[in-house]
């Protein structure tokens, strides 16, 4: 099932961050979310159709059948669907700002877990660097990879990367 929050807007709550946004399922706007950042549940609504309806519990029975979130070796949760949507929306805003460092940076790391920058030692974004320049800054990164570790760039051509 795709996932989605669209037109985001975070701001200050009384305890902690708040946001409000659109979710979206399978590309179809479900309802509206509001964090109110106070620690309360999340809210969700309206639901407008039956199709709404039924793609939201069938994301709330996914969310269900998630495994505990183990936290050390005496703590886990069981997640819920305001722990999945927080996490989704962290997801989204860290993959805009890799999408922006793509530009002028290659970046590397484990995916989903973290990644380090090397900026380019040209003012050129990459879009406009030869394939014999950016060929040399990918080769250099390459060797100095350690295991799991990839180029994460979406923007490279694909000749330069070889990530297998």
């Given at each position: ?72 070796d005496n703590l886990s949760f069981e997640p819920d669907m305001d722990y999945y949507l927080s996490e989704l929306l962290e997801t989204q805003q860290v993959q805009v700002k890799l999408e922006k ?64």
């Amino acid at each position: 099932m795709k996932k989605e929050l669209k037109k985001v807007k975070q701001f200050k709550g009384r305890q902690m961050d708040g946001f409000s946004a659109v979710l979206y399922l399978n590309d179809v706007k479900v309802c509206d979310v509001i964090n109110h950042g106070d620690g309360s549940a999340f809210y969700y609504g309206p639901l407008l159709t039956g199709q709404q309806k039924e793609l939201l519990s069938e994301f709330q029975m996914i969310v269900s059948s998630l495994p505990p979130i183990k936290v050390d070796d005496n703590l886990s949760f069981e997640p819920d669907m305001d722990y999945y949507l927080s996490e989704l929306l962290e997801t989204q805003q860290v993959q805009v700002k890799l999408e922006k460092l793509y530009k002028n940076h290659i970046v590397f790391g484990i995916p989903g877990n973290w990644f380090e920058l090397k900026k380019l030692k040209t003012h050129l974004p990459i879009s406009e660097l030869s394939d014999k320049h950016l060929q040399i800054y990918v080769n250099e990164i390459k060797l100095k990879l350690k295991p799991n570790e990839q180029i994460l760039n979406t923007n490279l051509r694909p000749l330069q990367v070889g990530n297998e």
